[in-house]
């Protein structure tokens, strides 16, 4: 059984910064690329940054400056830091990742999203 737990949410003024986290647990062998999605109201769940084992990062055009991605192998953790937050920025923010089981075999999990409100 693996679980993706985020947290770090919350409400924030535009302009604002937050830092989420993506703590990986349960029966771990190794953990592939990790991303984090986020639905707003109304919308369907979009890419937001991805990053490899290798930490190697991509990130929509829509957050490129502002967010960093960053995982720590060892903690089996991944993070997003959010800076300059704007209200269309709002939205359910869920983390995701694709590990191996000892037996190996290769699963993509979801957290259970995180919700993170820019608002005035």
């Known amino acids: 059984q693996v679980q993706l737990v985020e947290s770090g949410g919350g409400l924030v003024h535009p302009g604002g910064s937050l830092r989420l986290s993506c703590a990986a647990s349960g029966s771990i062998f190794k953990i592939g690329a990790m991303g984090w999605y986020r639905q707003g109201p109304g919308n369907q769940r979009d890419l937001v940054a991805r990053i490899t084992n290798g930490r190697s990062a991509n990130y929509t055009d829509s957050v490129k400056g502002r967010f960093s991605i960053s995982r720590d192998n060892a903690k089996n953790t991944m993070y997003l830091q959010m800076t300059n937050l704007k209200p269309e920025d709002t939205a359910v923010f869920y983390c995701?990742?694709?590990?191996?089981?000892?037996?190996?075999?290769?699963?993509?999990?979801w957290g259970q999203g995180t919700q993170v409100t820019v608002s005035s």
């Open positions: 995701n990742a694709n590990i191996e089981s000892p037996g190996g075999i290769w699963r993509t999990y």
